[in-house]
């Protein structure tokens, strides 16, 4: 259900019942006596307040909008509408990738509110990955997931009439890819006022910043994700942004949510893995230290092959759209296969740049990893940073040399063991 409008106010644990304790859409799901309801303020990400809200029937999850950027105050205004966005998305991740994002019960508009499933016994998958977890079936969900949105919401399936109109719904959300734009592909590579990173890994930032072609790359890189609306992406899918269980595997928080290329979220899944894989020497004991790297390296091969196969099924079963359409393929007995592969190389050495960029700008930029950031040995973990940098350096120079997984695992491994700091 979608509410009728009311001027915005920001929730606490306070009003929360108040305001939405007749709604039938959460009462139903929580207990139909709002006072009895238990109510958590448990939002630590960036922008939002998020509650868990619990009663005799079960529990939901409320997430609201701030007019601003909760991690650094009202000096940041960003505005409502981005709620928005975000449950248009949902919307469309339920009908591309069922199963995988958190059910919307409710949908308050002008509030920029959203109620929908809470994920139990889900964790945050970056709590995991630090605590040395590991999660069945974690890459081939991930790259499963990415295939079916990178494939669905293109004109290689929706009619270029539906595809436009979500392209020009999605072009309204301008201030959530200002952050991207800003904050992921422009300020890791010159000294923006709200960049930090650990002290000790300074030599290697000043290096990095001197490097005119890597920043030329980027660029090109940035001209893509600005110029092109291949598919919808989820636009923030790091391991914060996965919850998971022993065996099960969700997605949430889309609310950077925007159309673009078919190869970022894969990069910056895929990224987000590295940097747990760099960061788990400051985590794990000797005697488990490499057989979790491992995993984790399997976990990221696992990622491109069930991209490449769900993405191939995808292209033999479901191609309806404009894009290499049958008439000019098997209509005329000629086989796709060849620009099915062609195109999936494409979007593997994207993802790759893209994946090295997201490497950069999470130690460099304005919103740091955990995976990181909670070592408090600072020289230990500038020394862990400074080989996740470097490798992240590699993939955007050169991403044709590390196409195939044996190369990308081999070159994790080389700086996993080198010592620059």
């Not at 995991?128 to 999660?135: A, D, F, T």
């Not at 091969?301 to 991209?307: G, L």
Request: charged letters at 25%.
């Amino acid at each position: 259900m979608v509410a009728y409008e009311q001027p915005y106010q920001a929730l606490d644990v306070g009003t929360l019942a108040q305001r939405l304790g007749d709604v039938e859409e959460v009462a139903s799901r929580v207990g139909d006596n709002p006072g009895q309801w238990q109510i958590r303020e448990v939002g630590d990400g960036n922008l939002n307040l998020v509650f868990i809200v619990s009663g005799s029937v079960g529990s939901v999850v409320v997430k609201q909008a701030l007019p601003y950027v909760r991690m650094v105050g009202e000096s940041w205004p960003l505005p409502l509408y981005r709620a928005h966005f975000e449950y248009y998305a949902l919307v469309r991740q339920a009908q591309r990738a069922p199963g995988i994002a958190p059910e919307v019960f409710y949908f308050d508009k002008p509030q920029a509110l959203i109620v929908m499933e809470y994920l139990y016994p889900h964790t945050i998958l970056r709590r995991k990955l630090i605590s040395g977890e590991r999660v069945a079936q974690l890459g081939e969900t991930i790259g499963e997931f990415c295939a079916r949105m990178a494939f669905r919401g293109s004109e290689l399936s929706l009619n270029s009439p539906e595809k436009k109109a979500d392209v020009g719904l999605f072009s309204g959300n301008v201030a959530i890819p200002a952050i991207t734009e800003s904050l992921v592909f422009t300020d890791p590579y010159y000294g923006a006022e709200m960049n930090r990173h650990t002290p000790e890994l300074s030599p290697v930032v000043d290096e990095l910043r001197r490097n005119t072609r890597l920043k030329a790359k980027v660029q090109r890189l940035l001209m893509k994700f600005t110029a092109n609306t291949e598919t919808m992406l989820h636009g923030d899918l790091h391991s914060g942004s996965i919850m998971a269980t022993e065996s099960d595997v969700r997605v949430i928080d889309p609310e950077f949510s925007q159309y673009g290329p078919m190869a970022f979220d894969l990069g910056m899944a895929v990224a987000n893995f590295l940097m747990a894989y760099f960061s788990q020497p400051a985590h794990r004991q000797a005697d488990e230290l490499d057989a979790y790297q491992a995993w984790i390296l399997e976990v990221i091969e696992a990622c491109f092959t069930h991209f490449d196969a769900e993405f191939r099924h995808l292209w033999q079963t479901e191609r309806t759209g404009i894009l290499f359409p049958r008439a000019l393929f098997e209509a005329q007995g000629n086989s796709a296969d060849d620009a099915c592969d062609a195109l999936l190389e494409e979007i593997r050495l994207d993802a790759l740049a893209y994946c090295g960029i997201e490497m950069h700008r999470r130690v460099l930029s304005l919103a740091h990893n955990a995976d990181f950031e909670e070592i408090e040995d600072t020289a230990l973990r500038a020394k862990l940073e400074a080989r996740n940098v470097l490798m992240g350096q590699a993939l955007i120079m050169e991403p044709e040399a590390y196409r195939e997984f044996t190369a990308l695992a081999d070159l994790a491994r080389a700086y996993n063991q080198q010592e620059v700091l």
